[in-house]
């Protein structure tokens, strides 16, 4: 009982620690993004670009084939239940809106987690096995003006245009199995689908998008920061990065649908 | 000689663990002093604490003058272009090449133009023969090479000071003997003050001016004064046996 009760003091105590650590950083990269925002001059192009490339250019084949299969799975899982209802034409509406709300900027931002997000923390962390980060901090830097600012800014360029990448493959996947399966007209899918989605459904995917990169590269930069100094440790660091990076996408996800439903009725 | 680092009534730990208390000590101008001790006794630690990079638990640290424990982050980065760091694993960026190495720096915290930024990187190299290696990527090159391209980058700024931690660590006799030599010609050419943590006596022998030994028992400085006297003549036994390379009942 008396190690329940110190276990249980001692993980809270932790808790409020590691809220602490987390604000703390969340503070101190806002102030560094502030004051990139003020020198832009100041802010690492170079390694903006490199990250973009390796976060966005890279991941367009993946996120295109998920996509496109996802939309591909949804069509075929709707066609089967519409055409009972002689409501074949309504896959597009299923499709387009599930896809542009909900499921492309999800997947994307799982895709995304799994690549860049581990990639930040493993990098971040074998910078500090090989103490690369004490030296650029005796060296004069701000660590996280030269780490962390370049992936955030990267992070929050490619994820919006990811996403309406995986948006428009996605639809793409419903079209196939609209037009291949149920045989409906080329340009009635087309139109249905246009009808079907409004230009704030598109600003929604985007919205969130934007926010999920932020917790991606956030999430990522903070487990690598603040990994032991081991290989287990940056092995550790790359996997909470993706589990809490998911965990947090998800709880913003549903904030998000709640907010975005409510304001528009 | 005018003292430029003084350590004053240094507590330092992790978390509640106090690792070492009471340490006091002056390094003067010019000066080649060794931080030696025992493994785990916190060499490396007070090291860190001295480059503030570590905040202690009571005590204060100056360096020229200027109180790097009580300074905040402004004042700290003025302070840290005072010195230069070798770390242990040389700590050189991998996706960069050595020049680059050494200009990043200067692009950060100097107005130097890129021509003059190639030309200070060039003449650090070459203190340390690494002039023809310049375009080369620290992956590229050997162990020694990666820790004398350390050193042209803790020089990058011309500071007074040099911090090393453990310089030979990995380093075959010959390349570490190479290391102790280029330590000795900084010294004599610009005079600077080096303070070095290490475990190689033979190092120890041929460079120090003077060292101190930590003690993870009594968690104080044990002994301090010039190793080749402290050798024979320390009062200290542990001391002895440590410096002659002999076992001890102390371990």
């Given at each position: 009982m008396k190690n329940l009760v110190s276990s249980f003091g001692r993980n809270f105590v932790g808790f409020f620690q590691e809220s602490k650590n987390i604000l703390a950083f969340i503070g101190e990269v806002t102030e560094e993004l502030?004051?990139?925002?003020?020198?832009?001059?100041?802010?690492?192009?170079?390694?903006?670009?490199?990250?973009?490339?390796?976060?966005?250019?890279?991941?367009?084949?993946?996120v295109a084939l998920i996509c496109f299969l996802m939309g591909l799975i949804l069509g075929f899982q709707s066609a089967v239940q519409?055409?009972?209802?002689?409501?074949?034409?309504?896959?597009?509406?299923?499709?387009?809106?599930?896809?542009?709300?909900?499921?492309?900027?999800?997947?994307?931002?799982?895709?995304?987690?799994?690549?860049?997000?581990?990639?930040?923390?493993?990098?971040?962390?074998?910078?500090?096995?090989?103490?690369?980060?004490?030296?650029?901090?005796?060296?004069?830097?701000?660590?996280?003006?030269f780490l962390i600012i370049p992936k955030l800014i990267a992070m929050m360029v490619v994820m919006p245009i990811l996403t309406l990448i995986g948006d428009l493959l996605g639809i793409l996947g419903g079209f196939f199995v609209g037009v291949v399966q149920?045989?409906?007209?080329?340009?009635?899918?087309?139109?249905?689908?246009?009808?079907?989605?409004?230009?704030?459904?598109?600003?929604?995917?985007m919205a969130?998008?934007?926010?999920?990169a932020i917790i991606i590269a956030m999430v990522g930069c903070y487990r690598g920061m603040?990994?032991?100094?081991?290989?287990?440790?940056?092995?550790?660091?790359?996997?909470?990065?993706?589990?809490?990076g998911i965990f947090l996408i998800i709880v913003a996800d549903t904030l998000m649908t709640i907010i975005f439903t409510q304001l528009r009725g | 000689m005018e003292a430029v680092i003084k350590v004053d009534k240094l507590k330092m730990g992790y978390g509640d663990r106090v690792i070492m208390e009471c340490l006091?000590?002056?390094?003067?101008?010019?000066?080649?002093?060794?931080?030696?001790?025992?493994?785990?006794?916190?060499?490396?630690?007070?090291?860190?604490?001295?480059?503030?990079?570590?905040?202690?638990?009571a005590g204060d640290i100056t360096i020229k003058g200027k109180n790097i424990v009580k300074a905040d982050a402004e004042k700290k980065r003025d302070i840290m272009k005072e010195f230069g760091v070798m770390y242990q694993s040389g700590a050189l960026f991998g996706s960069m090449t050595l020049e680059e190495n050494i200009t990043m720096i200067l692009e950060e915290v100097t107005d130097m133009s890129p021509q003059e930024r190639h030309e200070r990187a060039m003449e650090k190299l070459a203190l340390v023969e690494l002039d023809e290696f310049n375009t080369f990527y620290p992956a590229?090159?050997?162990?020694?090479?990666?820790?004398?391209a350390a050193i042209a980058r803790a020089m990058a700024l011309n500071p007074d000071i040099l911090f090393f931690d453990e310089p030979s660590a990995g380093l075959d006799p010959i390349s570490a003997a190479n290391l102790d030599a280029l330590i000795l010609k900084l010294r004599e050419e610009f005079k600077t003050t080096i303070v070095i943590v290490t475990h190689e006596l033979e190092s120890i022998f041929s460079i120090a001016d003077r060292i101190i030994m930590l003690d993870k028992e009594t968690k104080r400085i044990i002994?301090?004064?010039?190793?080749?006297?402290?050798?024979?003549?320390?009062?200290?036994?542990?001391v002895r046996d440590f410096l002659n390379r002999r076992e001890s009942v102390q371990t």
């Amino acid at each position: 009982m008396k190690n329940l009760v110190s276990s249980f003091g001692r993980n809270f105590v932790g808790f409020f620690q590691e809220s602490k650590n987390i604000l703390a950083f969340i503070g101190e990269v806002t102030e560094e993004l502030i004051f990139g925002i003020r020198n832009p001059h100041k802010i690492k192009w170079k390694s903006t670009i490199y990250y973009m490339d390796g976060c966005g250019r890279e991941a367009t084949g993946i996120v295109a084939l998920i996509c496109f299969l996802m939309g591909l799975i949804l069509g075929f899982q709707s066609a089967v239940q519409m055409k009972q209802f002689g409501t074949d034409i309504y896959v597009a509406n299923l499709v387009g809106l599930s896809i542009v709300k909900e499921l492309g900027p999800l997947m994307v931002a799982m895709i995304a987690t799994g690549r860049a997000g581990s990639a930040f923390a493993a990098e971040l962390g074998t910078m500090r096995v090989n103490e690369e980060i004490d030296a650029l901090t005796t060296m004069g830097f701000v660590p996280p003006r030269f780490l962390i600012i370049p992936k955030l800014i990267a992070m929050m360029v490619v994820m919006p245009i990811l996403t309406l990448i995986g948006d428009l493959l996605g639809i793409l996947g419903g079209f196939f199995v609209g037009v291949v399966q149920l045989k409906l007209p080329f340009i009635a899918y087309l139109n249905q689908t246009i009808k079907a989605i409004h230009y704030l459904d598109v600003m929604e995917s985007m919205a969130k998008a934007f926010a999920f990169a932020i917790i991606i590269a956030m999430v990522g930069c903070y487990r690598g920061m603040n990994s032991s100094s081991d290989a287990q440790g940056v092995g550790k660091a790359a996997t909470s990065s993706v589990v809490s990076g998911i965990f947090l996408i998800i709880v913003a996800d549903t904030l998000m649908t709640i907010i975005f439903t409510q304001l528009r009725g | 000689m005018e003292a430029v680092i003084k350590v004053d009534k240094l507590k330092m730990g992790y978390g509640d663990r106090v690792i070492m208390e009471c340490l006091d000590f002056e390094i003067k101008q010019g000066e080649i002093f060794i931080i030696l001790g025992g493994s785990g006794c916190g060499k490396s630690t007070l090291l860190k604490h001295m480059i503030g990079l570590y905040k202690p638990m009571a005590g204060d640290i100056t360096i020229k003058g200027k109180n790097i424990v009580k300074a905040d982050a402004e004042k700290k980065r003025d302070i840290m272009k005072e010195f230069g760091v070798m770390y242990q694993s040389g700590a050189l960026f991998g996706s960069m090449t050595l020049e680059e190495n050494i200009t990043m720096i200067l692009e950060e915290v100097t107005d130097m133009s890129p021509q003059e930024r190639h030309e200070r990187a060039m003449e650090k190299l070459a203190l340390v023969e690494l002039d023809e290696f310049n375009t080369f990527y620290p992956a590229e090159i050997s162990g020694g090479m990666k820790k004398r391209a350390a050193i042209a980058r803790a020089m990058a700024l011309n500071p007074d000071i040099l911090f090393f931690d453990e310089p030979s660590a990995g380093l075959d006799p010959i390349s570490a003997a190479n290391l102790d030599a280029l330590i000795l010609k900084l010294r004599e050419e610009f005079k600077t003050t080096i303070v070095i943590v290490t475990h190689e006596l033979e190092s120890i022998f041929s460079i120090a001016d003077r060292i101190i030994m930590l003690d993870k028992e009594t968690k104080r400085i044990i002994e301090d004064g010039d190793p080749r006297k402290l050798k024979n003549e320390s009062k200290n036994e542990w001391v002895r046996d440590f410096l002659n390379r002999r076992e001890s009942v102390q371990t």
